[in-house]
């Protein structure tokens, strides 16, 4: 391999051909890679794009064979600088990973060793590949933090991983990438942990060093969106294969594979507002009078709802009033009487039947109002009204009351669903919680809910570990709708899933609102989503809110420098597509998961 | 620092008193009547004036509520009473028993810890699969295996099958090789199960993907990395299994017939000597007590998430982006 470090000019940094890789599992093998084959240049940015499941990932990792045990590669090459890595030595791999390859993971907060300062972490690639002594490659370790754009290098060097925010491990993930003087860097999804602003800095400061360095780089993406904005050549990969690849403007602009339509269709950040799956069917008066025609709270009694509580009454009331809220946390302890203000005099509301978002980058605060409206945490000082009445201090049974009429729907729908109940007994939980109808009458209701979230009635006796994220999601939201709801709590609800999914589950909850009525509070960091599914929008900074109005507005004039900011970080904003592919929504029916 | 250890101490405190309370309890108020305990079960004959007389001196004649106080006063000065049928203080005997029960208990776990801690890194870093299911598969033998059979075997291997260990006795250190090992079975298993399932977790963290893609071996992911993240839940465990080490001493000293507090504790009950045995349940406690506080300090050495004295502090926004 010692023919590595010196290729033969012309040579492309990395040659992939007819690449093929295979899980084994107790079931048979799944074919996770089938067919790739791509070329990378010296110097070039090549950006592979797709959904989870398409095979990206895997691709990556099979270049460096850092695979999972029980995968392999069963065909196919992958040249670097001219040498075939598919069945290289033990030996030979590793020195090549690390020093001529750099590899910058997912997700940075869980990327890094937790008992190992960074410096050390930095400098082992250097004393790996017997590049440096120990001592040396400390000195030399900062030198890489700072060219990763890491503030106060030598500071960081001497901390620990906990103490660095999220942003800043990945600077110092890219460090060890970059400290060995690679041919290639790797980005597996390098920001999708990370908020947009700061996305946006670490992918720029990729670029920079790409550029300064002639280092290629290949990044994996999910959001076609980045991958336009940053990537000499994109290949768009589906189901193992490589579906299209070519030239940001090419993909973008003349796509020929039914796919690629269906992904520019849903990526958020590529589309105007308006763009939520906006075709679905609103629910049959029939069924919304026989699932939903309770009252609130309180499915199974046959009362009409009253005009005022359905949300279609254009003079109703506010559903949620939050007044002056204020959330004080203690300090640590030592500092005195200094307190950590997770929310600042916060005020605004949600109107009946609409959809108020908030948004903000994380430690912003704005899950915090969340729980604090929820009543699930208690306020400092200020006040929470629910449907004109004073909640502040509502405990006991007013609270139990008061939680059947507000439901909450978590962000990650696989952790949020017990793994050990059927999709049934989880749908069924907040009446069984409540002491609400008959055993048969919760199992009807289950089934009635399941239709309404269009799923099929089969999954009612599976449990979450059988359904995929977008199932498992619409099961989140069928248990939150169990008890008749007047407001719905979204924190995050799409932001684990694809793009193509969480147009599904936007327009789904789209649909909800405008046959029912719903009133949400849509938590979110992702303002791309927010302009398509907000009426009004807040923007949160540290705690305060720093922009508040409808949502047309707040995205045409933002008045604050921040909101700016947050606008300007979303990703393809440079990559115009043409309108009839964007609207193309009959093409999304064909990228099912 | 300083204050985190006084609040540890006076919760040892607690929980000392708490363990005298219940074993107050158990011994003395709860139905029953401890003089005719400590008269015996063989003295079917003895008069109630005798019963008196016994009960007299013990103070088992004053209101319980007395007694309790009085024993916990006692206690407090260190007087943890007397041995009935002997009639030396239990301080006495205990103190008498404990070096040949630390050397065979210091024995065993370190024995526990090394063979535990060896088998578990290379079931995890065998390159070969069976051999690793195999190796796996040890631990729970070694926690299933009754504690005298496996003394019964080792005597019959190692003192009369081939004779390097003597079978009865507490002369010299080969005499608490045996009894050690005894020991340190079910311990080193229990530690052998915890960490390689430990390993095995944190061989599959993202941070361990990235030292492989930097070109580490094996060696280095696995000593240098892997090793300490896994060994943190192994430590927590380890605090507990004094407390197994100990029960354990009664089986291993019957056995290979040695002196020491598992003696001492089968005889006391054997002979329902309340004063004994209570002392002996005291000293336990403190022994339990005062291992899971050196296991909670050293922990902040080995994870520097942890900091003492100070609740763990949540980053503060600075506002400040990367």
Known sequence: MSDVTAPAPGTPVLDIDGLAVQYRTAAGTIDAVRDVSLTIGRGERVAIVGESGSGKSTTAHAIVQLLAKQAGIVRGSIRFNGTDLVGAGRKDLRAVRGRRIGLVPQDPTVSLNPVKRIGTQVAEVLVIHGLADRKNAEIAAIEALRRAGLPEPELRAAQYPHELSGGMRQRVLIAIAIIGGPDLIIADEPTSALDVTVQRQILDHIDELAAETGMSVLLITHDLGIAADRADRIVVMSEGTVVEQGTPAEVLGAPTHPYTRALIAAAPSLNAAGDVDRALEPLADEI??????????????????????????????????????VKDFPGPRGAGTGVNRAVADVSFSVPRGQTFALVGESGSGKTTTARLALRLDDTTSGQVLFDGRDITAARGRELRELRRRIQLVHQNPYASLNPRLTIAQIITDPLTAHGLGSGADRKGRAAELVDVVALPATVLGRRPAELSGGQRQRVAIARALAVNPELLVLDEPVSALDVSIQAQILGLLASLQRSLGLSYLFISHDLAVVRQIAHRVGVMRLGELVEVGAVTDVFRSPRHVYTRALLDAIPGRGSRVSPSVSHSHHTRSGVQP | MTRYI??????????????????????????????????????????????????????????????YFDRLVALVRGDLGQSIPTGRPVTELIGEALPSTIQIAALGLLLAIVF???????????????????????????????????????????????????????????????????????????????????????????????????????????????????????????????????????????????????????????????????????????????????????????????????????????????
Do not use: C, M
């Not at chain 2, 609040?7 to 008193?17: D, E, H, S």
């Not at chain 2, 977790?201 to 361990?208: A, D, M, Q, S, V």
């Not at chain 2, 349940?281 to 899971?292: D, E, G, K, M, Q």
């Open chain 2, 116 to 322: 535990g801690t060896g088998l578990a890194i290379l079931a995890t870093f065998s390159r070969n699969a069976a051999l690793g299911r195999l190796l796996l598969a040890l631990p729970p033998l070694g926690v299933a295996v009754p504690g005298f059979w496996f003394a019964l075997l080792l005597i019959q291997w190692f003192s009369f099958g081939i004779p390097l260990f003597p079978a009865v006795g507490n002369v010299g250190f080969a005499a608490a090789v045996l009894p050690a090992i005894t020991l340190a079975l079910p311990t080193g298993a229990t530690i052998a199960q915890l960490l390689s399932k430990s390993l095995a977790n944190t061989l599959r963290e993202p941070y361990i993907d990235t030292v492989w893609a930097k070109g580490a071996g094996p060696a280095r992911v696995h000593f240098r990395h892997a090793l300490r993240n896994a060994a943190l839940p192994a430590l927590t465990v380890t605090g507990l299994i004094v407390g197994q080490l100990l029960s354990g001493t009664v089986v291993a000293e019957t056995v290979f017939s040695r002196p020491g507090l598992g003696r001492v504790t089968a005889t006391a009950v054997a002979q329902q000597d309340i004063p004994l045995v209570q002392g002996i349940v005291l000293f336990a406690a403190a022994v339990f007590v005062l291992t899971n506080l050196l296991v909670d300090l050293i922990y902040p050495i080995l994870d520097p998430r942890i900091v003492i004295g100070r609740r763990r502090v949540a980053r503060v926004q600075t506002g400040v982006p990367a």
């Open chain 1, 288 to 325: 919304r009078a026989r699932v939903f025609g309770g009252a609130p709270g309180d499915p199974f009694s046959v009362l009409d709802r009253p005009v005022a509580a359905t949300g279609f009454d254009k003079h109703a009331a506010d559903v949620l009033v939050l007044r002056n809220l």
């Open chain 2, 6 to 67: 006084i609040r540890r101490l006076a919760q040892a405190i607690g929980v000392l008193w708490a363990a005298y309370t219940v074993s107050f309890l158990v011994l003395y108020a709860l139905p029953g009547d401890p003089a005719r305990l400590i008269a015996g079960p063989d003295a079917t004959d003895i008069t109630p004036a005798q019963l008196d007389a016994l009960r007299a001196e013990f103070g088992l004649d004053k209101p319980l509520i007395v007694q």
